[in-house]
C-alpha cells in the first residue's frame, strides 16, 4: 500500500525559495552596481536605489510569510535576518544618495 500526500498551497520552503528568488533578481538587477567608463566610476543613483530597497522588501515578504508558516531552520533564519540588516542599509543609503542628488541651496544673500 502507497500513501501519498498531497499539500494544498505553497509549503514554507517553496515561499522561502521565492523570497531567495526575488532576491537574487534584485542582485542582478537594480541592486548591481554598473561602471560608468565616462564616469570614472561606479555611478549610483537615487532611484536605483530605491529601486534595489523595493525588490530586497519584496523578498522579505516571502520571508515573513515563511516564517508565519513556521519555517525555522538555521539557513532560513541566518537568510531573513540577513535580508533585514541589508533593508536597514539601504533605507540609510537611500536617505543619503537623495541629500546628495539635491541641489546645493546657498543661503540667502550669498
Do not use: N, W
Not at 22 to 37: F, H, I, T, W
Not at 88 to 104: A, I, T
Amino acid at each position: 500500500m502507497v500513501a501519498a500526500t498531497v499539500g494544498c498551497g505553497e509549503s514554507r520552503r517553496e515561499v522561502f525559495t521565492q523570497g531567495m528568488k526575488a532576491e537574487g533578481d534584485a542582485e542582478r538587477g537594480p541592486c548591481k552596481l554598473v561602471y560608468d567608463q565616462q564616469e570614472g566610476a561606479h555611478v549610483l543613483s537615487g532611484d536605483q536605489v530605491q529601486s534595489c530597497l523595493s525588490m530586497q522588501e519584496q523578498a522579505q515578504a516571502f520571508y515573513d510569510k515563511a516564517a508565519a508558516m513556521g519555517l525555522k531552520d538555521l539557513d532560513f533564519v541566518r537568510t531573513r535576518d540577513a535580508s533585514l540588516a541589508r533593508i536597514k542599509r539601504l533605507e540609510g543609503m537611500l536617505k543619503m544618495v537623495r541629500e546628495m542628488e539635491q541641489p546645493d541651496v546657498k543661503p540667502l544673500g550669498q
